[in-house]
């Protein structure tokens, strides 16, 4: 996991703090984004290997973050956890269909995102 690129898009520093910190704990090298033009540019700049994502931020949403990151043949390799206060199933379900490889509801467990980001770049 050592070296592995984390980049961290949501606009709430209460969540961006405790994620932020059990990742770099773990190895990983994390950056963060405060909205979704933010991080498309960061995105397109270091093309980190995953990226856990809010939906509802400003500027861009996460699921339009998720779908151009997609749909580009250069950032498709790119794991999303999307990680957000809309918990519905069918929020779930969009996210998915949107391209993301997990959907995690607000409030979550840091471990269990942790776990799952393993995972993911394992």
Do not use: W
Request: hydrophobic share 35%; charged share 30%.
């Amino acid at each position: 996991m050592l070296g592995k690129k984390i980049l961290v898009v949501d606009d709430e520093p209460n969540i961006v703090r405790p994620l932020t910190y059990i990742l770099n704990k773990e190895g990983f090298d994390v950056s963060t984004a405060e909205d979704g033009e933010q991080a498309m540019t960061m995105i397109r700049g270091s093309k980190p290997d995953l990226l856990i994502l809010d939906v509802m931020m400003p500027n861009k949403n996460g699921y339009d973050v998720c779908h151009e990151v997609k749909s580009d043949p250069e950032l498709r390799e790119i794991h999303v956890l999307m990680l957000t206060a809309k918990g519905q199933e069918g929020d779930r379900e969009f996210g998915l269909s949107k391209g993301a490889d997990e959907y995690f509801s607000k409030p979550f467990s840091p471990k269990m995102v942790l776990n799952r980001v393993k995972e993911l770049l394992g």
